[in-house]
């Protein structure tokens, strides 16, 4: 389920700039028609199972988010290895976080 305040939406035309959703040979974006097959149809994902893209209808189109392209990507690879939620994720990242300003590294700073 997409998050609206904590996850970036994008719309079809965007998304299918996505890295992820490049194809793998010529590296050109996705069509957009594929995106929409993904939401109401899915992909197979590598043990057999329909995996959905998840998406939003909103006043000005459809939308879906980097995120869930994320976790698309990530229910096909490896369907059987749970997906964190943004709000588990963020919480990994702090700890991260912190234990690198414990151990002495900077976080955050550019280079």
Do not use: W
């Not at 079809?12 to 194809?23: G, I, S, Y």
């Not at 006043?59 to 988010?65: E, H, K, V």
């Not at 995120?67 to 096909?76: G, T, Y």
């Amino acid at each position: 389920m997409i998050d609206l305040l904590s996850e970036t939406l994008i719309n079809f035309a965007t998304a299918c700039k996505e890295p992820a959703l490049r194809n793998s040979k010529t590296g050109r974006p996705c069509h957009i028609n594929q995106l929409y097959r993904y939401t109401q149809l899915g992909a197979r994902a590598l043990n057999g199972d329909r995996v959905r893209l998840e998406f939003l209808k909103t006043p000005s189109g459809m939308r879906t988010s980097r995120e869930a392209v994320a976790r698309f990507i990530a229910k096909l690879t490896n369907p059987d290895r749970p997906v964190p939620t943004a709000k588990v994720r963020s919480k990994q990242i702090a700890a991260a976080e912190l234990e690198l300003v414990e151990a002495g590294f900077e976080v955050g700073a550019s280079v």
